[in-house]
């Protein structure tokens, strides 16, 4: 039930958009985003809630299509700072109290 | 307000030996986690606590146990240490509201726990 990130890895340029995608084989109640910098805890970015509430930092974007079970986060214009694992982490009906987390996405951003 | 701290930050240990973990919160939050973090895999939940006296298990909880007497610590406890709990242990906390699906979890820096 580990949701599936894509892709694994990605190599940016500053200035350029990036987009990184989380799917579950269970119909989700709730997505959370985290980043995470090399040595240090996951920090939170984002929660998309099923009826399409959301919250988060101004400057990062998400989506949540309940249907096909996926979350998309979206990085435009990235910075330097923006480098860093990201995690989705899946929340379903009944054990919302818990998360699930995937793999990880590699997020590499360069001047 | 230190948010959630871990202690030790490091540790070494010897196969079968034993060791406990400690993850203090000073933010009143109800629910509590244990990570381990391993390469390519992700976070891991071990176990996990929606209030005091109260504990669960998460994906991967043999091997391990856990207390939450009082709500903010909650300790994570090796009885006989393996080379394969070698980890990253993170601890979270997460508040409880009526919509607490809503809310965030803080980590806590993390343990880096090697087995010998």
């Known amino acids: 039930q580990q949701p599936v990130q894509s892709p694994q890895a990605v190599i940016l340029r500053e200035g350029e958009d990036a987009v990184i995608n989380c799917s579950s084989s269970?119909?989700?109640?709730?997505v959370h985003w985290y980043r995470q910098k090399h040595g240090e805890a996951p920090v939170f970015l984002m929660i998309?809630?099923?009826?399409?509430e959301q919250k988060g930092h101004e400057k990062i974007s998400a989506s949540f299509n309940e249907k096909k079970q996926q979350s998309s986060l979206y990085l435009t214009a990235s910075q330097l700072s923006y480098s860093g694992t990201y995690f989705c982490g899946t929340a379903f009906t009944g054990t919302a109290s818990k998360l699930t987390f995937g793999t990880g996405t590699r997020l590499q951003v360069t001047l | 307000n230190a948010g959630v701290t871990q202690t030790p930050k490091f540790r070494v240990l010897k196969t079968g030996q034993s060791m406990t973990l400690l993850c203090a919160q000073d933010m009143n939050h109800e629910y509590m986690y244990w990570y381990r973090q391993d390469p390519g895999m992700g976070l891991r939940l071990i176990h996990y606590s929606v209030g005091e006296g109260t504990t669960a298990k998460g994906e991967v909880p043999d091997g391990y146990n856990v207390s939450r007497l009082k709500k903010q610590n909650f300790l994570l406890g090796l009885e006989s240490a393996a080379p394969s709990q070698t980890s990253v242990y993170f601890c979270a906390s997460r508040h409880l509201t009526r919509t607490s699906s809503y809310n965030e979890q803080f980590f806590g820096p993390g343990t880096r726990l090697t087995v010998l």
């Open positions: 269970k119909a989700l109640y709730s």
């Open positions: 998309l809630l099923k009826g399409g």
